[in-house]
């Protein structure tokens, strides 16, 4: 869309002032999804669409500690350090068919008995690989900046827990620190964090399964690189598998007893850990919401995800608001200023694009905020929608209410015949031949056609009923939107008041014959209306308050009349049997008999529909 046309609408006031609005709704709207608002929403989004299961390299198998392991061994708080020293010495009975990186995922801090102590080093030592836990204690508080000025932390280590020292002499450490995101989901990894051991020594500790991977890439000739992280040293994880994949029943007991083949192991990483939901060691994954994930599984999904160097950075939140704003903006100055059609075509595509352009982002290491775009584009949709529908309702209005105002000539001379002084509210009862008129489907039409063309088809179709009405000597009621209602006998008796009734009736079916064929040239519609006729008594004058007041006819030859054209079909003219039998042989009918019931009246109440009038 063109600069020159953007300006063109810019330049009318009530595009101006929509587009001020707009502007300011996007403003509001980016800053919302910015500060998180729709945070939870669009981060279960992302996994849905983003973590998906994909295949195992078989690199990594876990030795579980489960609820077979504790019946037989005993609750988890019982055991000494020769439970885990027998595990390692079984991994290691097979020179040939040792593991090649073993990791334990529980932690050994601290001396306990002096020869479990020392048989599991001895273990750990003889294996060669082994990889122990280690754990920070992090909590929030105040320290001080190099200008002497204290800041709030939301990160630091209040305390780091290791193996006991024999232990850690002879392995090698990493932590199994795992953190939530603010909804209580584990989605990211703490790639490491730095310890200060002392007053100008620091320590960077990497995590268990950074230093498994590491371990295992290095005995087998390849290289491990790190993922980008955060400040705070997290980076996404892209998960491999579900909950329970890597449970293959190879379990601590087994191990001890001797029942684990050598092949099941040998070669590759093994995690020992926690695999029953009493040890408390589970966390909700985005990979399944619906069941936790064991730690030592999430372990595995973490050295995958290292080992396949599967690493996604997310967007930085500032660019993607950027762009974010640019687009939305760029959505509802489309939706403004086209039809409602192209605009909802124009909103799928965008939808679908940006759902498209988020997992090709994603496929290509990069997440994105699934949500912001599609929910801002859906909102300012359904915002322009409402314009639309606000506007054209608004213009219909003016132009019926305009037309709703219309006073016949006869009417006028009453009134100036009587005197303003004698214009008050009632009526009198006289018989006359009432006539409504009303298009077929034209609140369908007037829903898919702008505004303009609405009031250029009523404007056509009007001037033709009204000038029918006006030649046959009748007298203009009233216009309510797309109806006509008009009377003959009143406010003046005349001579042959049903003929010329019926003689407008088929005037404007055949005028909207040629008014149809006119817009069907100009704009592509087609026009087509019903008619009703009755005769009878009815109350007409003055109805309405004394402010506000019209000259119509009341009764129920009025509702008859209108409830024959409501149930004439297009290019039609129903009239009721006392027309027929007052033109007699004038008028060529057909009866449709009682099969048109008409509200209000009993049955048997006979309509015909008028063929031919001299």
Not at 45 to 67: H, N, R, T
Not at 366 to 386: K, T
Not at 450 to 467: C, G, R
Not at 543 to 571: C, F, Q, S, W
Request: glycine share 8%; with cysteine.
């Amino acid at each position: 869309m063109s600069k020159k046309i953007i300006r063109s609408y810019l330049k009318r006031p009530k595009y101006r002032n929509l587009a001020i609005l707009f502007f300011i709704l996007t403003v509001l709207y980016t800053l919302a999804v910015y500060f998180k608002v729709v945070n939870r929403a669009d981060k279960w989004i992302q996994d849905a669409l983003f973590q998906k299961p994909q295949a195992v390299s078989g690199d990594v198998v876990i030795i579980s500690i489960d609820d077979e392991t504790l019946e037989h061994i005993g609750a988890y708080n019982t055991w000494d350090r020769n439970v885990m020293a027998s595990a390692l010495e079984a991994l290691g009975a097979d020179p040939r068919n040792k593991p090649a990186v073993v990791a334990i995922d529980t932690l050994y801090i601290g001396e306990t008995d002096p020869e479990a102590d020392e048989r599991l080093a001895n273990a750990a030592e003889k294996l060669g690989n082994v990889v122990t836990a280690s754990a920070g204690v992090f909590g929030s508080g105040f320290i001080e900046d190099e200008n002497g000025k204290f800041q709030m932390h939301g990160h630091l280590i209040y305390n780091y827990e290791e193996p006991y020292k024999r232990l850690k002499d002879v392995t090698t450490q990493g932590h199994i620190n795992a953190m939530y995101d603010m909804d209580g989901v584990l989605r990211h990894s703490l790639l490491y964090f730095d310890h200060q051991s002392g007053a100008e020594t620091t320590d960077r500790i990497y995590s268990m399964a950074h230093e498994a991977a590491r371990l295992y890439c290095l005995q087998n000739g390849r290289s491990l690189s790190d993922p980008m992280v955060d400040e705070r040293g997290h980076f996404y994880l892209s998960y491999t598998v579900r909950p329970g994949t890597y449970n293959d029943g190879m379990n601590l007991y087994k191990l001890i007893n001797g029942e684990v083949p050598a092949d099941y192991y040998a070669g590759k990483i093994v995690l020992i850990g926690p695999y029953a939901a009493g040890l408390q060691d589970e966390y909700f994954t985005p990979i399944d919401r619906a069941q936790k994930m064991y730690g030592v599984e999430y372990q595995a999904n973490v050295i995958e995800a290292l080992l396949r160097g599967d690493y996604k950075k997310e967007m930085s939140d500032v660019l993607q608001a950027g762009l974010l704003f640019i687009a939305v903006l760029v959505g509802i100055t489309v939706f403004l200023i086209t039809s409602v059609k192209f605009a909802t075509i124009f909103m799928v595509v965008l939808m679908i694009l940006s759902l498209g352009v988020s997992y090709l982002l994603y496929s290509n290491g990069w997440i994105v905020h699934v949500i912001w775009l599609p929910l801002g584009i859906v909102i300012m949709y359904v915002a322009s929608l409402a314009v639309h529908y606000l506007r054209a309702a608004l213009e219909k209005r003016r132009v019926t209410k305009t037309f709703e105002r219309y006073v016949a000539p006869e009417i006028v001379k009453e009134i100036m015949k009587e005197g303003m002084e004698n214009l008050s509210l009632g009526g009198k009862t006289c018989d006359i031949a009432v006539l409504f008129v009303d298009v077929r489907g034209f609140t369908t039409m007037s829903e898919r056609l702008a505004p303009e063309k609405v009031v250029f088809i009523l404007n056509k179709y009007l001037t033709m009923a009204s000038d029918c009405v006006e030649k046959n000597k009748g007298t203009l009621d009233k216009f309510v939107g797309d109806a006509m209602m008009a009377f003959w006998g009143a406010p003046l008796p005349q001579d042959d008041a049903i003929y010329n009734a019926v003689r407008t009736a088929m005037d404007i079916i055949e005028g909207a014959k040629r008014v149809s064929d006119e817009l069907k040239e100009e704009i592509g519609e087609e026009l087509r209306v019903g008619v009703g006729v009755n005769y009878g008594p009815a109350v007409v004058g003055n109805m309405g308050a004394e402010k506000h007041m019209d000259y119509t006819a009341i009764g129920d030859t009025v509702n008859t009349a209108a409830r024959l054209e409501a149930n004439a079909p297009g290019g039609t003219v129903y009239i009721s049997r006392v027309v027929a039998d007052a033109l007699k042989d004038r008028i060529k009918v057909t009866s449709l008999g009682g099969t048109i019931k008409l509200k209000g009246k009993a049955e048997g109440f006979e309509v015909l529909k008028v063929d031919e009038l001299d």
